[in-house]
């Protein structure tokens, strides 16, 4: 069963904030939420994670609502290197598997 | 830091035959583990070991299976392979494979089945 909710795709232009949704609503817990991205022909590639208060790093700032069943993963300054799928994902709590749903795929334009 | 190394990064099989894959995570990193990404299915858990235990399995059948040396380095083996396996297989490893450690995954093996 698809734990996360995410749109298909998205496009953003560039030097705009890109902001990307994710709904969980069975979130347990103890779970994380955690958002990778794939650029094309890559692994993917770590960008942040949270429990319920909001994160900042120097990729992404990551806001997760009170009742922890959605949150948004923000790009400030988008550019197009920033053109990849999106995955919002939570961290099982058996482990560090993670489940990865079908993402989003984010392009950015000129 | 050198990163997750997988290898071969590319591969041509047969169906029947069977094929190993390798993973050298980061240096220190004690957790590794595999996915499956195909288009059709998208990224799929295989299994993760650490400290040379399997740890979590995913959803595959036992034609996949795997194992972790003392250097934790991974190799992953599939056997009577069959078309729908072409896929790219992916590892990440984590420092002590903990639910808030930070997955670093390498570049993948990509593999055909003809």
């Known amino acids: 069963d698809a734990k996360t909710t995410q749109p298909t795709s998205m496009d953003c232009a560039e030097g705009r904030a890109a902001n990307l949704p994710c709904n969980h609503s069975t979130i347990s817990g103890n779970e994380y939420v955690y958002w990778y991205r794939q650029i094309h022909s890559q692994g993917p590639q770590y960008i942040i994670h949270?429990?319920?208060n909001n994160e900042t790093n120097e990729m992404a700032s990551l806001i997760i609502t009170e009742d922890r069943k959605s949150s948004t993963l923000i790009l400030p300054h988008a550019t197009l290197r920033d053109t990849a799928v999106y995955y919002c994902i939570l961290g099982n709590n058996a482990g560090n598997m993670l489940t990865f749903g079908g993402g989003t795929r984010l392009m950015v334009k000129p | 830091k050198a990163g997750v190394t997988q290898t071969p990064r590319y591969l041509i099989k047969t169906r029947g035959q069977q094929v190993t894959l390798s993973c050298s995570p980061i240096?220190?990193?004690?957790?590794v583990s595999w996915y499956q990404q195909t288009p059709g299915q998208g990224l799929q858990f295989l299994f993760e070991y650490f400290s040379e235990t399997q740890r979590n399995k995913g959803n595959f059948p036992g034609r996949f299976s795997g194992r972790q040396f003392s250097n934790s380095r991974s190799e992953m083996n599939v056997s009577t392979l069959e078309l729908g396996d072409s896929a790219l297989y992916l590892c990440?490893?984590?420092?002590?494979?903990?639910?808030?450690?930070?997955?670093?995954f390498g570049p993948g093996t990509r593999l055909t089945v003809l």
């Open positions: 240096s220190g990193h004690r957790s």
């Open positions: 949270g429990l319920k």
């Open positions: 990440a490893s984590t420092l002590d494979g903990h639910l808030t450690d930070t997955q670093y």
